[in-house]
């Protein structure tokens, strides 16, 4: 089944401890993208990448890294999640070719930081 | 700039008709979608414009005008399960997606 897995699905964790978010993707997908999503205002943009070792800046990168060593996975890197990092985080990939040109999402990372 | 504008919130009964209108001004254009959003879920497709004109899928509908930088999303036969977000993304010549803020639709009884 094609689909775009991340873990952990809820994660609970104190100011400055680092994490990381995980995200796979088995549809051979070049484009990869993280967002957040919080009350009100849509999902924005992190960080995206084109493919293996390239990855581009969205709008609200800061407090945020991200690598892509193989096509398959994404990982969300937090060095030191600060409470303003609380939100609902997703990721999302697609293929930059005509066919099935839409994002596929993962089921979304819920994040507390206390 | 990047900018794509839609309403925030809307509201219809159950068995009407609702439009939701989307404008966008991006770096180039490779297409148009529209996601269902429910409360706390994942976006999910559906529906994908990269032609002018109208596609239509079901209860859902989706009209594209390039030239005007407009699309719409048309659904018919409200159903109280359609209480959702629906979230407007272009994705532009370099093959990354836009966001809209997404229009919060309540199907009232």
């Known amino acids: 089944e094609a689909q775009v897995t991340q873990n952990p699905r809820y994660l609970i964790t104190v100011t400055g401890k680092k994490l990381t978010v995980t995200c796979s993707q088995n549809?051979?997908?070049?484009?990869m993208s993280w967002y957040r999503q919080d009350p009100g205002l849509g999902l924005r943009q992190i960080y995206y990448s084109m493919n293996v070792e390239v990855t581009d800046k969205g709008d609200v990168p800061e407090g945020y890294k991200v690598s892509r060593k193989e096509k398959r996975n994404f990982p969300l890197i937090l060095e030191s999640p600060s409470p303003n990092q609380t939100s609902l985080y997703f990721c999302?990939?697609?293929?930059?070719?005509?066919?099935?040109?839409?994002?596929?999402f993962g089921q979304g990372t819920r994040l507390t930081v206390v | 700039g990047q900018n794509i504008d839609q309403p925030t919130e809307m509201t219809a009964t159950e068995g009407a008709i609702v439009q939701i209108n989307c404008t966008y001004q991006t770096s180039g254009f490779n297409g148009l979608f529209w996601y269902q959003q429910h409360a706390g879920e994942a976006p999910t497709f559906l529906s994908y414009n990269v032609l002018d004109g109208l596609e239509e899928k079901g209860r859902f509908s989706s009209f594209l005008s390039r030239s005007k930088g407009y699309s719409y999303l048309l659904l018919k036969e409200l159903q109280m399960k359609d209480s959702a977000s629906y979230l407007c993304?272009?994705?532009?010549?370099?093959?990354?997606?836009?966001f809209g803020p997404g229009t919060r639709l309540s199907v009232l009884p």
């Open positions: 549809m051979n997908h070049e484009y």
């Open positions: 999302a990939s697609s293929t930059i070719r005509d066919r099935l040109p839409e994002a596929f």
């Open positions: 993304a272009v994705k532009n010549y370099g093959q990354n997606f836009v």
